[in-house]
């Protein structure tokens, strides 16, 4: 029963509204370059508010997934009619209603409209954002006209709590992390069966055997220096030679030799003489 009274209060406020959207009234009167009411602004957000309300959730998926062409074509003939849809362009329809229809579960039914916040030029366009509450989170829902009074955008955006941030913003970090973990795990598994692979392990080089060290070569013995003989008061010894090279030369006289030195002779020599 309260949901039957807040439909037929909705729709009597859409009557109602009707009558404002006068700026929607024509093909010629949208075509014309008005000033910024920021009462029909207003009037066009909370028509689309209501709107949102009192349509069924088939109904939401049909207009969000329409023919662009053909929701353009009805919305010229609503033009003509003053219908809430005459103050959008096709893509700004079906992405309005294709935004409620993704946070109409997470808010809830519609519990009041709060307040306007002021309107924002900017250019040739104009922005107003009205507060709305639902029944499991507020909302804003942020519209966007340009200087014919024509919707170019409607979004919906429901508000969080910083609580509800922090958590959502830590669940992703760790969804992030784990998954970057995972699939680490995952890639040093895939290497580690390499080593099961027949002809995959790689033969580790072997060092080069250290070179054996050298014997110490032995130092030659020391052999003892001659010792040199004491021929100078040889006289026997000296006449002996003398007499032996006398004889080899065939003569008698000895004048003319010198004695420079006296060194052994090889035995084959001596053999020879």
Partial sequence: MRQNIKRIFAVLMLALLVLGLSACGSTTAVQTELPFDEAYLQSVASALVEEWNVTPAEELQKIAEADTEVLEENIKNYRTMGYLWGCFH???LKTAYAGYLGSMEELGTLVSQ??????????DEVSIVVNLTYANRPAKLEMVFNKRGIVESATLAPEYTTGEILKKAGMNTILGMGTVFIVLIFISLIIYCFNFIPGNQVKKPQPDPAPKPRPAKKP???????????????????????AAICAYRGTTSSDGFVVRSIRRAESSTWKKV
């Fill in 114 to 123: 709060d307040s306007f916040e002021p309107m924002v030029i900017k250019g």
């Fill in 220 to 242: 030659a013995p020391h052999k003892p220096a001659a010792k040199k003989e004491n021929l100078i008061d040889d006289g026997e010894l000296v006449a002996a030679i003398t």
């Fill in 90 to 92: 096709a893509d700004s």
